[in-house]
């Protein structure tokens, strides 16, 4: 359909067909496991079931965060999801997140599943005496103000502007100007906060960070659905600021590297299993296809 064509709704939708674009092989109207296979588990108190998107990247993040604080409870196997090959419609997956998206998680010491980044993220936060987490009132307040700013923000950025700029099967005008639009008044929220702020909750780095940066650090980094140029991210001068100061940080580093399967093969590690992996067990040190 083009732009100028006008679309008239059915009264009750169907889904007959494939809508197109990128993903369009792996969307249904229907949730539920489409296969049975059981999920690996490895010899961590942790089992990680993700893909280096900027939703998985928050939560190895956090486990490398914590990992650097010496906090061995952290330990954890993160074991790759392979989204476009439908690996969370397996049955295991599905018992774990019956929403089929990634990340989720396994604590094998409490028996408890997680689903969802931040719910995942403050789990982690509050099972390891509030870590990233401020406890007083205030800056409490304010780190899980920006957090759930961050999950409500996101899907307009990434499934509206994203989808309609990279993804959708043909370029449309208006969805792509409406999310555009929204893209930069999103990202001006961040800058005038952190015009103030050297971190969003206040002065303390937290999970309000963790969650946030691997969206919109990546976007002014140019780096997100190849549009720094057409969104201009060169004017967020504040955010750019926040976002290399984060990027500094060797637990982040780290963090993004895990289940990522693009971009140079040295800095993918498909899965992580141990501390070693790092340095071991990346894409330029056991092969391109393994």
Known sequence: MSDTETYTPPKVWTWEQESGGTFASINRP??????DKALPVGKHPLQLY???TPNGQKVTIMLEELLTLGIKEAEYDAWLIRIGEGDQFSSGFVEINPNSKIPAMFDTTTGLRVFESAAILMYLAEKFDN??????????????NWLFWLQGS???????FGHFYAYAPTKQEYPINRFAMEAKRQLDVLDR???NHEYLAGEAYTIADMVTWPWYGRTVRGESYDAGEFLSVHEYHNVIRWEKQ???????QRGVMVNRTSGPLEGQLHERHDASDFETRTQDKIGEDA
């Open 30 to 35: 229907i949730a539920g496991a489409t296969h």
């Open 50 to 52: 993700s893909l280096a």
């Open 131 to 144: 870590a990233f987490l401020p406890t007083a009132l205030k800056a409490r307040t304010e780190c899980l």
């Open 154 to 160: 996101a899907p307009y950025f990434g499934g509206g």
């Open 193 to 195: 906060h952190l015009a």
């Open 246 to 252: 984060i990027a500094a940080r060797k637990p982040v």
